[in-house]
């Protein structure tokens, strides 16, 4: 067998076996990933819309570990979405007398 042909089958081994991993693990992963998103949009949304700072300002709040999860902030509905890419995204909206409220899933 030539040595081409090793390196392609050892790389589709372990291709598969990262898929394996990745699928057991999904649902973990998904669950973190709402979680880090749906944290990051109400605390933003807290710290844009009830404090009053800037976006940028509110990107320090996040706790370690949280690099991932990106805020976009979205003036016209007062509201700030928080996503961890190709998993998941939430949103917070400011409700005057209510605070910071995640929408529905």
């Known amino acids: 067998m030539s040595t081409r042909r090793k390196w392609f089958y050892g790389l589709t081994a372990l291709l598969v076996v990262l898929l394996a991993l990745l ?21 933003a949304c807290s710290c844009r819309y009830v404090e009053g700072r800037p976006l940028q300002a509110c990107q320090t709040d996040k706790e370690p570990g949280m690099g991932i999860v990106s805020l976009t902030d979205r003036p016209e509905a007062r509201a700030v979405s928080a996503s961890v890419p190709l998993i998941a995204t939430r949103t917070a909206r400011y409700r005057p007398g209510w605070g910071c409220l995640l929408d529905r899933p």
């Open 23 to 43: 699928a057991w693990h999904w649902r973990s992963l998904h669950a973190r990933a709402a979680l880090g998103a749906a944290y990051g949009a109400r605390i």
